[in-house]
């Protein structure tokens, strides 16, 4: 893709993202009318319904744990999606790592073209990996994990005989269907019974990245090579209230309404940790914007909507 400059800004994304949305809920035509990106706070203003103006700022709290093995993993990445055709926003889970070397890289290409559409819209990008379960002793009913699968260790209590420890360090997300989550638990306890388990027991699985087709414009992948701990978690609301200041010129910006997009990583969008980061903040930061909502994981999550009727392109017309 001609003239397109790598890694990609993820506000860019993040924005896209959210006119969809936008559009779509007020059922109103779209169109970008300026905008100032490059930096962690992205600021413009969009044409709505082709009569009024609507002002945003796009915070994107990703740039401040940016490094630059990671910027240069995922600019090879993008630009190796653009090259075979494909416009995508590609979520990278938390503590998962960007593939640099070969086959590694190839096999994210197959996976993202042969990514599989969700209902809400949304596409997996699903790559095999194997997990590993080992008998550590014969009392107890409790399956021990690392990894992907660490929060769900509570389902095989009293479902397997003795203690066991499940490997699950190359799974980072598991699919979104329930019938698919609940067929691998299943597999796990199955596996738990087998006299081979004393030593390990691979177990198939697949990793699913969530993806937005982006339809036109270039790729971008998004995530953060910060590890998910309480440190991060004080490091998001510090570098947060300092990007929201950073933000409040956009309530000036002479517009019928004004909307604030916060961008960030998180592995499944209900776990996001933005909107509890907002809600607990001086609401004096985010005042003056009309609608607030946070892009995560694929999903735009509105914080405020204005009540119906209340904006100008939600009135009917005459």
């Not at 203003?45 to 796009?58: C, K, P, S």
């Not at 494909?86 to 790592?97: C, K």
């Not at 985010?286 to 607030?292: C, H, K, R, T, V």
Request: glycine share 8%.
């Amino acid at each position: 893709m001609s003239g397109r400059s790598y890694p990609a800004d993820p506000a860019d994304a993040g924005f896209r993202l959210f006119l969809r949305w936008f559009g779509a809920h007020y059922a109103r035509s779209t169109k970008l009318s300026s905008g100032e990106w490059g930096g962690p706070v992205a600021r413009g203003t969009v044409q709505v319904g082709r009569r009024w103006d609507l002002a945003f700022a796009i915070v994107n709290t990703l740039a401040p744990d940016a490094s630059l093995d990671w910027e240069a993993a995922r600019a090879a990445i993008e630009q190796r999606l653009d090259d075979a055709g494909r416009s995508l926003a590609l979520w990278v889970p938390r503590d998962a790592a960007l593939p640099v070397d070969e086959p590694r890289v190839e096999e994210l290409l197959a996976a993202a073209a042969g990514a599989r559409s969700l209902e809400d819209g949304r596409l997996e990008v699903r790559r095999p990996v194997t997990l590993h379960l080992r008998r550590t002793s014969t009392t107890g009913s409790v399956v021990t994990a690392l990894g992907g699968m660490a929060p769900h260790w509570a389902q095989f209590t009293n479902r397997v005989a003795g203690s066991f420890q499940l490997n699950s360090l190359q799974l980072h997300r598991l699919p979104a269907d329930d019938d698919e989550r609940t067929e691998l638990a299943d597999r796990i306890v199955l596996a738990a019974g087998q006299p081979e388990v004393d030593g390990s027991i691979p177990i198939a699985s697949e990793d699913a990245w969530s993806a937005n087709d982006l339809e036109e414009g270039g790729s971008c992948v998004l995530g953060t090579p910060a590890r998910d701990d309480d440190e991060q978690a004080a490091a998001l609301r510090r570098n947060l209230r300092k990007l929201l200041k950073e933000a409040a010129p956009a309530r000036d910006i002479p517009a019928a309404a004004h909307a604030l997009v916060v961008l960030g990583a998180s592995t499944y969008a209900e776990e996001e940790k933005l909107t509890w980061a907002l809600r607990g903040m001086d609401p004096t930061l985010y005042a003056g914007f009309d609608i607030i909502a946070v892009v995560a994981d694929g999903i735009v999550k509105p914080l405020l909507t204005p009540p119906a009727q209340s904006l100008p392109w939600d009135v009917p017309s005459a």
